[in-house]
């Protein structure tokens, strides 16, 4: 395996937000960074915005609930020798109601929220974390909700609350994987102020 001049990151869902700024500050301490996101024009203008401040970022389009642009990115990442240190699960919607509880939310939010928000981490693990693993070294992170957690679950959201359980259960399973060290679970402030209903 080629030796590579700079750690490299990977980071989902990351023309707005708080993946934007994820790639900024990991680019800003010396990194590559691989941009990613659903809307290739939208991607392509936050790294043109990233690069103008002198920072080292790539673009590459993924659509996280696509396993065929998940395993299209992988063999990319393999062939130009751009295996990630760091991948950052941050691709997420939240297009539940908060005034919507379990009982009351249509069937088809959970599977579109749990496809994005889970499997689409879920694909993305699979497909990379075997690379990081081939090098002998990968930190895994994932963008989780306070929303999520058990000991504090209310009513509302359900699907968001689900995805984000969930979510939190698939980063103790990749605690466990040799090679993979010390996955992590970010969980975001604020959510509601940011907007919604869109896939990053």
Same mark, same amino acid.
């Not at 993924?62 to 396993?67: E, N, Y």
């Not at 941050?90 to 908060?98: L, Q, R, T, V, Y």
């Not at 990968?138 to 699907?159: C, E, F, K, P, T």
């Not at 984000?164 to 970010?186: I, S, Y």
């Given at each position: 395996?080629? +030796? ?12 707005? *937000? ?9 680019? /800003?301490?010396?990194?590559?960074? +691989?941009?990613?996101?659903? =809307? ?13 401040? *002198? ?7 993924? =659509? ?29 919607? $939240? ?48 963008? &989780? &909700? ?7 679950? *209310? ?6 609350? $689900? ?21 992590? /679970? ?15």
């Amino acid at each position: 395996m080629a +030796i590579k001049e700079k750690r490299v990151a990977l980071v989902t869902g990351a023309n707005r *937000g708080i993946g934007f700024e994820i790639v900024r500050q990991l680019a /800003r301490n010396g990194m590559r960074v +691989i941009l990613t996101s659903r =809307d290739e024009k939208k991607g392509l203008r936050a790294q043109r915005a990233l690069e103008k401040q *002198g920072l080292d970022v790539v673009y590459r389009k993924l =659509d996280v609930t696509s396993r065929a642009s998940v395993r299209a990115l992988a063999a990319y990442l393999a062939k130009q020798h751009l295996i990630p240190d760091v991948l950052v699960n941050n691709a997420g919607i $939240m297009i539940d109601s908060f005034s919507t509880g379990v009982l009351e939310e249509r069937e088809d939010v959970f599977h579109t929220t749990l496809d994005t928000n889970v499997f689409g981490a879920l694909r993305v693990c699979q497909a990379v974390v075997p690379l990081m693993q081939q090098q002998g070294y990968g930190r895994v992170v994932n963008l &989780s &909700s306070g929303l999520g957690q058990l000991h504090d679950m *209310g009513d509302g959201s359900a699907a968001y609350r $689900m995805s984000k359980t969930a979510l939190n259960a698939l980063t103790r399973g990749v605690t466990f994987l040799r090679h993979v060290m010390h996955p992590n /679970r970010v969980v975001r402030g604020n959510e509601f102020a940011e907007a919604r209903p869109d896939r990053r």
